[in-house]
């Protein structure tokens, strides 16, 4: 793009699109009825859909595009020392402190200069404590026993379950370098702050890979995997002028990393990490070959037998953070004609179809003279291929507006023709156009839209 955007281009805010999730099933505030957890969201019938088609997209893209690439699924408990090599233990903490007043507590790195020299409370004026290391790590006890001896921690990362299984993969698989490993799961990090709705959790998904590659071909495979996770957000219809690329300055750069890009996305509160794509050296598997006793060497038999430690690239991103991006992204405002001339507004979320919750929505238009029959027999034509809904409640036009709500790219809507002669009408959720087309064309017919989507 020629000049970067300063601002989200678009009518979404986090207010809307929270009001959003919630009246259409995506996201609930965890234990609302008790008054809510912070830090913790759960996913309703629309929201753990999406959340599905997210992790499917990426899973695809990983392991079935790529031969050399393979899933695992690590347990989140692993033993502690695992901890201790990774340098959670030591290095993955925050700066924090405390009001002695009103008992806040906040980041001491996202607190002003002037707040931190006048050691003032920003919410009550009090007296802050001095910043101390606070380990992000959730801890707790495995065993009947409460003793520290049997203290384990919840994995903050997917990363290391990789790791420690890397020979094992090896050996089951007979994978040679370059080749990767990927796994999505649940991590979770004790945040200080968790804010902006599902931005920043205390328990989340992730979606991450870790190539493995021979020394000195780092930088190629560090530069082609950046192309290929910009191109995956391209092929799902994200909005690119919204996309731009961070590289991590020597003051950013984790402890591990020999370089780092972020891939940052344009949200209505800003630009913000999507995800990482890291140069990790061989720092990963160094260590647990130290922690551990076992030598990680791979053994090289294209060259001779020789012994040396991977490097390896690693693609990280959210889970629960792309979907939020993709509702952030898909949402829009519009004004249209309804009947009469008059000036109406529909709020629509514009989902690639290959990620939309539900794919198509069959509607009778009546319930009764058989259509709400001959209606639910079409759908179940269709969701053996396609994600369905049947809706025959309220007015069509009603129902078409709850269904740009939910995403749902199709409709089909089922009259009195079509017990005529087999037609249904085809509404496209976009354009808002309608086609009249047999019963038995639908499933092709909306496989091609699909193959051939364009967001307009």
Not at 153 to 178: D, F
Not at 278 to 291: A, C, F, G, K, V
Not at 385 to 393: A, C, K, L, M
Request: proline share 3%; glycine share 6%; net charge negative.
């Amino acid at each position: 793009m020629s000049e970067e955007l300063t601002e989200y281009k678009g009518a979404a805010t986090m207010e809307k699109i929270a009001s959003l999730a919630k009246r259409r099933g995506f996201v609930f505030q965890s234990s609302e009825i008790y008054g809510g957890q912070s830090g913790a969201w759960d996913y309703g019938p629309l929201g753990s859909e999406l959340k599905n088609r997210i992790a499917a997209n990426w899973w695809k893209e990983m392991t079935q595009l790529n031969d050399n690439i393979v899933g695992i699924d690590s347990a989140i408990l692993m033993h502690p020392r695992a901890w201790e090599a990774s340098g959670h233990v030591e290095n993955f903490t925050d700066p924090l402190v405390d009001c002695k007043k009103c008992k806040a507590r906040f980041r001491a790195d996202h607190l002003s200069p002037e707040e931190i020299a006048s050691k003032k409370c920003p919410e009550c004026g009090g007296e802050l404590t001095p910043a101390r290391k606070f380990n992000l790590m959730f801890k707790t006890l495995i065993g009947a026993i409460e003793d520290d001896a049997n203290a384990i921690y919840l994995r903050p990362e997917t990363a290391q379950g990789i790791y420690v299984n890397y020979k094992n993969v090896i050996q089951s698989s007979r994978m040679k370098l370059p080749f990767g490993i990927a796994q999505i799961g649940k991590a979770f990090r004790n945040e200080i702050v968790t804010k902006n709705f599902i931005f920043r959790t205390c328990e989340f998904e992730q979606m991450e890979m870790q190539f493995f590659v021979k020394p000195g071909t780092d930088t190629e495979w560090f530069d082609e995997w950046k192309k290929r996770r910009w191109a995956y957000y391209e092929k799902l219809g994200v909005k690119i002028d919204h996309l731009r690329w961070h590289q991590h300055g020597q003051d950013e750069l984790a402890h591990y990393a020999k370089g780092a890009y972020d891939i940052e996305y344009l949200f209505p509160m800003g630009w913000k990490e999507l995800e990482g794509v890291h140069n990790r050296s061989d720092y990963d598997l160094s260590r647990h070959t130290l922690y551990s006793g076992k030598d990680l060497q791979y053994i090289d038999q294209d060259d001779g037998g020789k012994k040396y430690t991977p490097l390896i690239i690693e693609t990280s991103a959210g889970l629960t953070r792309t979907l939020l991006m993709l509702l952030c992204d898909a949402y829009d405002e519009e004004k249209v004609a309804d009947k009469g001339n008059e000036d109406d507004w529909r709020t629509v979320l514009r989902f690639h179809p290959s990620v939309a919750p539900i794919t198509v929505a069959v509607l009778p238009l009546m319930k009764k003279d058989g259509l709400a029959e001959l209606a639910k027999d079409i759908r179940n034509d269709l969701r053996q291929d396609f994600s369905t809904d049947y809706d025959q409640s309220g007015a069509i036009g009603r129902r078409y507006r709850r269904q740009d709500e939910a995403g749902t790219p199709f409709c089909v809507t089922v009259d009195y023709e079509s017990k005529e002669n087999g037609t249904v009408t085809l509404r496209f959720r976009d354009s808002m156009e309608q086609t009249r087309l047999n019963r038995n064309e639908l499933a092709a017919r909306l496989s091609a839209e699909i193959k051939n989507y364009r967001r307009t």
